[in-house]
Nanobody, 122 residues
Framework: QVQLVESGGGLVQPGGSLRLSCAVSGSIFSIYTMGWYRQAPGKQRELVATVTRGGATFTYVDSVKGRFTISRDNVKNTVYLQMNSLQPEDTAVYYC???????????????WGQGTQVTVSS
């Protein structure tokens, strides 16, 4: 049973920081691109950041550039999102996802975590 488990969400004041973690567990052959998405109330889920398997290529939505940093640990099968200078508009449920290849002859598929709430408020 493959699982993606997020942690690190919570309530923080504007200007504060949080670090999200997402650990992949289960029987996995390979992990490709990993990423973070978020969904605010009444809005569509949007991409926040992604990182490729080798950790050399990153993408960020414009609104978080310079404030958020995505990274991954391929030994721990974990992806992180360091969020600095948080603003109320960053309030959302944050979801991690990963393209997982479970067996050698199977194509990669996208898996999602359950989400973790981030609330930025004074």
């Amino acid at each position: 049973q493959v699982q993606l488990v997020e942690s690190g969400g919570g309530l923080v004041q504007p200007g504060g920081s949080l670090r999200l973690s997402c650990a992949v567990s289960g029987s996995i052959f390979s992990i490709y691109t990993m990423g973070w998405y978020r969904q605010a109330p009444g809005k569509q889920r949007e991409l926040v950041a992604t990182v490729t398997r080798g950790g050399a290529t990153f993408t960020y939505v414009d609104s978080v550039k310079g404030r958020f940093t995505i990274s991954r640990d391929n030994v721990k099968n974990t992806v992180y999102l360091q969020m600095n200078s948080l603003q109320p508009e960053d309030t959302a449920v944050y979801y991690c996802n990963a393209d997982l290849q479970l067996e050698l002859l199977q194509p990669p598929k996208t898996y999602w975590g359950q989400g973790t709430q981030v609330t930025v408020s004074s």
